[in-house]
């Protein structure tokens, strides 16, 4: 009875030695979305600019898309002779200046769309925070244009936002968009929603075919290969998406946390 008492202990133990190891081998990271910026009234052009150009170039993935011009239409350079998006932005919709045309198109894109591209880029109020969203405006203003967002322009969509949030007693869309993206999601999709999966990738009726589809992925690879698909995306690219290599972001180590990432791996495995 001893000896039975003593390989179950040793078999609990061995057991629990196995998950603390799996666990500590996954990145201990916690998640990391775009910082967030707090600007006054005061805020100078240069400083919105300069953020802009911080978030533009990192967290906020933009090159992803507006680095190649078969995804999305360039930003920092010419585009259809018309010159970078400073220059160009204000002749794009009749009745918009440069200034309300760059922040409608990064709130509602999809009724803003640049022949012949897709609507693959989703309303960044979902992931970013009214300063973060200005700093890009200002930003993409300053490349071959003029700079006019000013401190008043972050106040009054940030009172917009406030009173859209009481009206609906502090939740509904008004708060989503006010407060950025959930940096503790534990459902897989919503996981994969706040960090644009489905701007490359589809499952079911969600995002769009650019990189492997998710339908399925499950019967087509195992859990080890999906985790270091995504902490290491650009290791091993799947036969037919060459064109495509190098455009999912890597730090995807540090933008999610152990187990968020888990959750995602484990969700795409048992998609059969």
Not at 68 to 78: F, N, T, V
Request: hydrophobic residues 40%; charged residues 15%; negative net charge.
């Amino acid at each position: 009875m001893l000896l039975q008492n003593l390989k179950i202990v040793l078999v609990v133990l061995g057991t629990l030695g196995l998950y603390t190891w799996v666990a500590n081998a996954i990145p201990q990271v916690e998640s990391e979305v775009p910082a967030q910026l707090s600007f006054g009234a005061d805020v100078t052009p240069e400083e919105l600019v300069s953020a802009g150009g911080q978030l533009f170039a990192g967290a906020g993935a933009c090159v992803t898309c507006h680095g190649l011009e078969d995804r999305a239409p360039a930003l920092l350079s010419d585009y259809g002779g018309a010159g970078p998006i400073g220059q160009r932005c204000a002749d794009r919709v009749e009745g918009m200046d440069c200034k309300e045309y760059l922040y409608a198109s990064l709130a509602d894109p999809y009724s803003y769309l640049v022949e012949p591209f897709g609507p693959i880029m989703p309303d960044q109020r979902i992931n970013l925070s009214e300063d973060q969203l200005w700093s890009l405006v200002a930003y993409l203003q300053d490349q071959g244009g003029e700079v006019t967002v000013t401190g008043a322009d972050l106040q009054s969509t940030q009172a917009s936002s406030a009173g859209g949030a009481a009206s609906q007693g502090g939740g509904g869309a008004a708060t989503a968009a006010a407060s950025g993206p959930s940096s503790d999601a534990t459902e897989a999709t919503a996981v994969m929603q706040a960090n644009l999966c489905f701007g490359c990738h589809k499952l079911g009726d969600q995002g769009v075919v650019l990189g492997p589809p998710f339908d399925g992925i499950g019967s087509r690879r195992d859990a080890a290969y999906l985790r270091n698909s995504i902490l290491n995306p650009n290791a091993e690219v799947p036969e037919g998406y060459q064109e495509v290599a190098g455009l999912m972001p890597p730090n995807f180590g540090q933008m999610l946390t152990a187990g968020q990432l888990e959750t995602i791996v484990q969700f795409l495995a048992s998609q059969r």
